[in-house]
């Protein structure tokens, strides 16, 4: 039976039994059997059933940075860039002050692409950032930075 799911998972999901059955000779793997060709069908189609919950994904490139739009304390900002390089989040203080959030001391030394170096104002543990449907708890860190709104957030 093993290798019977084997072959299955190998034939195209897009192609129907009856093809699939003499082209991919499912009736080998059951001629020593009391199994009918309905009883293969049904196992085709369970096969098949398990095959959907575990296609696996192709992988993409990674654009490495992109910008989404997010809610913070209902406060819609439509262009949160990402940066999947980075581990880092930061947060203009411009914006943590006018959301009244607590922001904890922090020393951190920031040097960006263009080499300017920032230090860290502090940081915001656990801020809920609306992405989609999905509350997630993001920690960042406050920098007395230029306020872009076109891209006023970094979640890395």
């Known amino acids: 039976m093993e290798s019977f799911q084997k072959r299955v998972f190998r034939i195209p999901l897009e192609k129907p039994f009856e093809e699939a059955y003499f082209t991919h000779k499912l009736w080998m793997f059951f001629r020593e059997t009391r199994e009918t060709r309905e009883d293969i069908r049904r196992m085709f189609y369970e096969v098949r059933e398990k095959m959907k919950k575990r296609i696996t994904l192709k992988k993409k490139s990674d654009p490495e940075k992109f910008a989404i739009p997010c809610t913070v304390k209902g406060i819609e900002l439509p262009h949160a860039l ?61 920098l007395d930075i230029k306020l872009n709104w076109n891209s006023s957030l970094l979640l890395g």
């Open 82 to 142: 990402c940066n999947t390089g980075v581990s880092v989040s930061i947060l203009p203080r411009v914006i943590a002050d006018h959301l009244g959030l607590k922001v904890e001391p922090f020393k951190e030394l920031f040097t960006f692409v263009d080499s300017s170096q920032r230090s860290s104002g502090g940081i915001v543990r656990d801020l809920e950032v609306q992405i989609g449907n999905a509350p997630v708890p993001v920690d960042f860190h406050v």
